[in-house]
């Protein structure tokens, strides 16, 4: 059974650091692509990081680029989102997500997706708080 748990969310001020955690168990084949995602309510859910277990290649949204930081351990089955330089309007609850990598013929993939409909197992949420 998948499941997703973040941790590490809090308040901090602007300009500050924050590190999420996402622990991942019962992962296999259907949990190769995780992505992160935000969201204010009221708001759509904005992606902000999107990666492979397979490979270091991660796609960052253009509103992070240069300030959050995605790595993974294989070992312990955990994602990590590492976040500089914290904006105000990065505060937002942070989800984790994860789902089946697969090529154009189902095979097992690389792929990383940036649209949460690929994705099928989402954590419960850890919110993130920027004071001005």
């Known amino acids: 059974q998948v499941q997703l748990v973040e941790s590490g969310g809090g308040l901090v001020q602007a300009g500050g650091s924050l590190r999420l955690s996402c622990a991942v168990s019962?992962?296999?084949?259907?949990?190769?692509?995780m992505g992160w995602f935000r969201q204010v309510p009221g708001n759509e859910r904005e992606l902000v990081a999107a990666?492979?277990?397979?490979?270091?290649?991660?796609y960052y949204a253009d509103s992070v680029k240069g300030r959050f930081t995605n790595s993974s351990d294989n070992a312990n089955n955990t994602v990590y989102l590492e976040m500089n330089s914290l904006k105000t309007e990065g505060a937002a609850i942070y989800c984790c997500?994860?789902?089946?990598?697969?090529?154009?013929?189902?095979?097992?993939?690389?792929?990383?997706?940036?649209?949460?409909?690929?994705?099928?197992?989402w954590g419960q949420g850890t919110q993130v708080t920027v004071s001005s």
């Open positions: 990666m492979n277990w397979s490979d270091g290649e991660t």
């Open positions: 019962g992962r296999s084949w259907s949990t190769d692509a």
């Open positions: 997500a994860a789902g089946r990598a697969g090529d154009h013929q189902g095979r097992r993939s690389s792929y990383y997706y940036t649209s949460g409909q690929e994705y099928d197992y």
